[in-house]
């Protein structure tokens, strides 16, 4: 049984699709199809149901995906243990991603510490919503996700990295900083949110919910896309916004933003780390891991 097919077969079933599968290994549709063919011949099993509009794994098939999956992440830990050696100077590359507001402030600093000190490992970071980050690493097109939002998925795993504490961003000199409103007041606030998919909207969603009320109750102006466009939004004065604290600390000791509090809400959100089910961890990735959460802890 050779590992390409075992490939061939993972991307099939995580991209429900021929064509897709054969865009992301870089190879024609007819070559995924006859790798699938070979795969079903030796085991003497069907292995992809091709019957509906999408393509699924059958029984067998979702067996042998699972599987597959701890065999191709093993050869990827092994290739890379011997092209690099288990012992030394770390080498490779991490491809991360990471939601707006941990991919603002806190994994960058962490990743520009960590690569000053392994100058031999490459970083490359991109920065989505939380849903497009966990399923970038389902699909193993990243390696590690850091989200601030855990949104279930079964090809993913989440683990707790740090806990941010969210406030209620103001200009300074506004008439609610430094404050505890009340939920009537915020009402009266014209307020500016993060896009569907982000982390913070999640936790506000949630902390509003369990108050009684519905974020689409307040009096929403704008919608925005990145945190960095909330905060100058925030500072130019055309609204307030519910906000990570890690990510507005800079402003806050430097005076550019102020903060405030809603009585009865205490939004905390959890800023995980993600990992496909299955997948062994690089050597520089898993280094890296560790390297974060003892920088994270002092």
């Given at each position: 049984?050779?590992?390409?097919?075992?490939?061939?077969?993972?991307?099939?079933?995580?991209?429900?699709?021929?064509?897709r599968?054969?865009?992301?290994?870089?190879?024609?549709?007819?070559?995924?199809?006859?790798?699938?063919?070979?795969l079903?011949?030796?085991?003497?099993?069907?292995?992809?149901?091709?019957s509906?509009?999408?393509?699924?794994?059958t029984?067998?098939?979702?067996?042998?995906?699972?599987?597959a999956?701890?065999?191709?992440?093993?050869?990827?830990?092994?290739?890379?243990?011997?092209?690099?050696?288990?012992?030394?100077?770390?080498?490779?590359?991490?491809?991360?991603?990471?939601?707006?507001?941990?991919?603002d402030?806190?994994?960058?600093?962490?990743?520009?510490?960590?690569?000053?000190?392994?100058?031999?490992?490459?970083?490359?970071?991109?920065?989505?919503?939380t849903?497009?980050?966990?399923?970038?690493?389902?699909?193993?097109?990243?390696?590690?996700?850091?989200?601030?939002?855990?949104?279930?998925?079964?090809?993913?795993?989440?683990e707790?990295?740090?806990?941010?504490?969210v406030?209620l961003a103001?200009?300074?000199?506004?008439?609610?900083?430094?404050?505890?409103?009340t939920l009537?007041?915020?009402?009266?606030?014209?307020?500016?949110?993060?896009?569907?998919?982000?982390?913070?909207?999640?936790?506000?969603?949630?902390?509003?919910r369990?108050?009684?009320?519905?974020?689409?109750?307040?009096d929403?102006?704008?919608?925005?896309?990145?945190?960095?466009?909330?905060?100058?939004?925030?500072?130019?004065?055309?609204?307030?916004?519910?906000?990570?604290?890690s990510?507005?600390?800079?402003?806050?000791?430097?005076?550019t933003?102020?903060?405030?509090?809603?009585d009865?809400?205490?939004?905390?959100?959890?800023?995980?780390?993600?990992?496909?089910?299955?997948?062994?961890?690089?050597?520089?990735?898993?280094?890296?891991?560790a390297?974060?959460?003892e920088?994270l802890?002092?």
């Open positions: 049984m050779e590992t390409r097919q075992l490939a061939a077969f993972c991307a099939v079933v995580e991209r429900k699709s021929f064509s599968a054969a865009e992301q290994l870089g190879v024609s549709q007819p070559a995924v199809s006859l790798q699938i063919a070979a079903e011949k030796r085991l003497g099993r069907r292995l992809i149901d091709r509906g509009r999408r393509v699924e794994p029984e067998a098939g979702q067996l042998l995906y699972r599987r999956q701890r065999m191709l992440a093993l050869e990827e830990q092994l290739l890379e243990d011997v092209a690099a050696g288990t012992e030394g100077e770390l080498r490779g590359t991490i491809e991360i991603g990471a939601s707006t507001g941990p991919g402030n806190v994994v960058p600093l962490l990743l520009c510490e960590f690569q000053q000190r392994n100058p031999n490992v490459h970083v490359a970071l991109s920065v989505f919503d849903q497009t980050v966990v399923e970038q690493v389902a699909l193993r097109a990243l390696e590690l996700g850091v989200v601030g939002a855990a949104r279930r998925h079964r090809s993913v795993r989440f707790p990295l740090l806990r941010d504490e406030v103001c200009p300074p000199g506004h008439r609610i900083a430094g404050r505890t409103i009537d007041e915020l009402r009266r606030q014209p307020l500016i949110v993060m896009q569907e998919g982000a982390g913070v909207r999640q936790v506000i969603e949630d902390e509003l369990g108050a009684g009320i519905r974020l689409r109750e307040l929403i102006r704008l919608e925005l896309g990145l945190q960095e466009s909330v905060k100058s939004a925030v500072r130019a004065g055309y609204g307030v916004s519910f906000i990570s604290r990510g507005v600390e800079a402003d806050l000791a430097a005076g933003l102020a903060a405030a509090r809603v009865g809400l205490e939004p905390v959100r959890e800023i995980s780390l993600v990992r496909a089910t299955g997948r062994a961890l690089t050597r520089a990735s898993d280094a890296f891991v390297f974060a959460r920088r802890a002092a």
